[in-house]
């Protein structure tokens, strides 16, 4: 697509819920990123994919935290057992992956956990 | 975590001042880039700096990547409204991506 597509837009989630954020890569990018923007706050890394390798998953707050990356395009990020902590602003990113490539984000998913 | 300070964390100017922020790191880079998110919506690239001492024009903003590869600057000229937004440095060494914390530009008109 021309851009970085997120789903849904917003997610209302009760506390304890499993939730699936979704994000389709620009076409023909083989990295993707997942941030975490907290409401005010910078951008947080979570995870990041390149290509077929194993993923950088050093960012993941904790065990509950998941992702994966299908045919090396589309990601989904799960949140297990959600929390109020968890309530944020979810970003994907995606480039090139040539190191010298500049990430391209998507609108992003604002999840509040009530 | 973020490894980057950035500063000033906000900034509220007069419409038609000139504006300028900046990013600091401990550890090198290869990549300088600045980042504008409006409300609701994802990050937008605004200026790629790739080479020391690099200083790049695009419009009204202009940005260089220090010459000890640690640190960079942003400057816009002639402020208008709608540079509202908070303004992210980034910097990149291979795939490896640290964000500041934001600069929140305010523009009264």
């Known amino acids: 697509g021309a851009g970085v597509s997120q789903s849904p837009s917003n997610k209302v989630t009760e506390k304890g819920k499993d939730v699936e954020l979704r994000c389709d890569p620009i076409s023909g990018h083989t990295a993707l990123y997942w941030y975490r923007q907290s409401l005010g706050q910078g951008l947080e890394f979570l995870i990041y994919f390149q290509g077929n390798s194993a993923p950088d998953k050093s960012g993941l707050p904790s065990d509950r935290f998941s992702a994966e990356r299908t045919g090396g395009s589309v990601s989904t990020l799960t949140i297990q057992r959600t929390q109020q902590e968890d309530s944020a602003v979810y970003l994907c990113?995606?480039?090139f992956g040539t190191g010298l490539s500049p990430l391209h984000f998507g609108n992003g998913t604002r999840l509040t956990v009530t | 975590g973020q490894q980057l300070n950035q500063s000033p964390q906000s900034m509220f100017i007069q419409e038609g001042e000139d504006v300028s922020m900046n990013c600091t790191s401990s550890s090198i880079f290869n990549t300088w880039l600045w980042y504008k998110q409006d409300p609701g919506e994802g990050p937008v690239l605004l200026i790629a700096l790739y080479k020391a001492g690099e200083l790049t024009s695009n419009g009204r903003l202009t940005a260089q990547f220090g010459i000890t590869r640690k640190d960079s600057f942003l400057n816009i000229s002639a402020s208008i409204p709608s540079d509202v937004g908070i303004y992210f440095c980034?910097?990149?060494?291979?795939?490896?991506?640290?964000f500041g914390a934001g600069t929140r530009l305010t523009v009264k008109p």
């Open positions: 990113a995606s480039s």
């Open positions: 980034a910097g990149q060494l291979r795939n490896d991506m640290r």
